[in-house]
Every structure is written in C-alpha cells, then in structure tokens.
C-alpha cells in the first residue's frame, strides 16, 4: 500500500525566511506521480507540482522549488523568501499508475500548516 | 481549462434529511470523478471513485447506502448524503480527470456540509 508521510505538523516562521516541507514516501510501484497542493483558509486545494517518477530533476518555480530524491523516497518542497501569502496548509500526495495506465487515486500525506508572519 | 464546479458551497441542513452535491467539469469531459471528505485540520480522505456510466468504487469504511454517487454523464457526478448525521459534518472536495490525463485531477473548490 502507498503512503504519505509529512512529519511536520506546523511550522512558523517569519517572513522572507526560506523554508523547507518535508515529504517522505512509500510506495512498491516503480512507475508512480508525486504531488503537492497548497490549501489556504479558503479551503480550495491549489496544484502546484506534479513530477513522475522517471524525472529526478529538482524543478525551480519562482519562489518555490522543489528535490526529488528516490534513493530517500523524499520530494521536499522549498519557498524561498517566504510572504505572509505563503500560510496555508500544504499537502503532498502521490498517486500510482493503475492497470493499463489509467488514472488512479492519489494518497494525501496528513499536511502541513505553515504560518508566515509579518 | 480544466475547471471543476461544485454546488453548493455551503449547505447546512437537519440532521435526517439528504443533501445533494454537484460537481461538474466545465471544460473538459471527466471519465473518472473521485470525492473526498475533510475533518477540520485532517488530510482528504478519498471515499470514492466513479466512472461514468458505472458504479462507484467505495473505499473502505464508506458506506455505500449513505453516500450515494451517481455519475451520469461525463461532465457531472453527484453526492448525496442520505439521513444526514452531525457526524457527516465535513468538508466534501470532488476532483476529476480526463482520459490520458497523466494521472492529473482537478480538484473543486469544495462544499462545507453542517448537520444539526
């Protein structure tokens, strides 16, 4: 079975410090899809990276950047320059490919909440 | 592109009766819908999976009977929450995706069910 884990619950920080999500992962699948969202109060999830297992190069988004790293089963997300815009509660999730390369469910870590303050 | 709608937003009602939520792809044609449900300050737990034109796939501990799914066309599938408890409180969040989609969902904006 898959798993998410997001060993930090809550973070705090000020603004423009650089902060760092950490996700862990299991999974038996050799062929699998990495996530993470961002979840303000509003409750909307926004996407924000998808990356499959076969592209282990970390991708840089403006503030935020992202490292994959199978040999740790880790795909740890970095804001940069953190701004009080940045609180909400971010998940990441990881989704397998089913039979036949059709869609399959995604397996949510249980989030972390980061507070950015003034 | 790759918008998905739900309705309500918000609904509270009394505790026996049933609510309906939509979702709906605006823009594209889903050939999988999944909901979700959210406990305050709690991960999405998937609840189901729907195909169109087929019978929902219930993870397990989802009362199949209580959470009704339907998905009659490809571009809506609804829930609906039979006999209402105040535990059925909760954030529900649908999401959907497209055939050859890359395993990419996309996720509505939720609607926030409370039972009296």
């Known amino acids: 079975a898959q798993k998410v884990t997001q060993a930090q619950t809550e973070i705090s920080v000020v603004e423009k410090e650089d902060v760092t999500l950490d996700c862990v992962y299991e999974?038996?699948?050799?062929?699998?899809?990495l996530f993470w969202y961002k979840q303000p109060p509003s409750g909307e999830l926004v996407f924000l990276i998808r990356?499959?297992?076969?592209?282990?190069q970390n991708e840089i988004s403006g503030r935020y950047s992202w490292n994959f790293q199978k040999s740790t089963s880790s795909f740890n997300f970095t804001i940069t320059a953190s701004q009080v815009v940045d609180s909400a509660v971010y998940f990441c999730?990881?989704?397998?490919?089913?039979?036949?390369?059709?869609?399959?469910?995604?397996?949510f870590g249980k989030g972390t909440l980061l507070t950015v303050n003034p | 592109g790759a918008v998905v709608s739900q309705h309500p937003s918000r609904v509270i009602c009394k505790s026996g009766t049933s609510v309906k939520i939509e979702c709906r792809s605006l823009?594209?044609?889903?050939?999988?819908m999944f909901w979700y449900r959210q406990f305050p300050k709690q991960s999405l737990m998937l609840m189901a999976t729907?195909?169109?034109?087929?019978?929902?796939?219930?993870e397990q501990g989802v009362e199949k009977d209580k959470f009704l799914i339907n998905h009659a066309s490809l571009t809506l599938s609804t829930l609906t929450v039979t006999s209402a408890h105040p535990e059925d409180s909760s954030f529900y969040i649908c999401?959907?995706?497209?055939?050859?989609?890359?395993?990419?969902?996309?996720f509505g904006p939720g609607t926030r069910l409370t039972v009296l």
């Open positions: 823009d594209f044609q889903a050939t999988t």
């Open positions: 729907s195909n169109e034109g087929s019978k929902a796939t219930y």
């Open positions: 999974t038996r699948d050799t062929t699998y899809y």
């Open positions: 990356r499959n297992s076969f592209d282990e």
């Open positions: 999730a990881l989704s397998e490919v089913g039979s036949g390369g059709s869609n399959y469910k995604l397996t």
């Open positions: 999401s959907a995706s497209r055939a050859g989609g890359h395993n990419e969902q996309f």
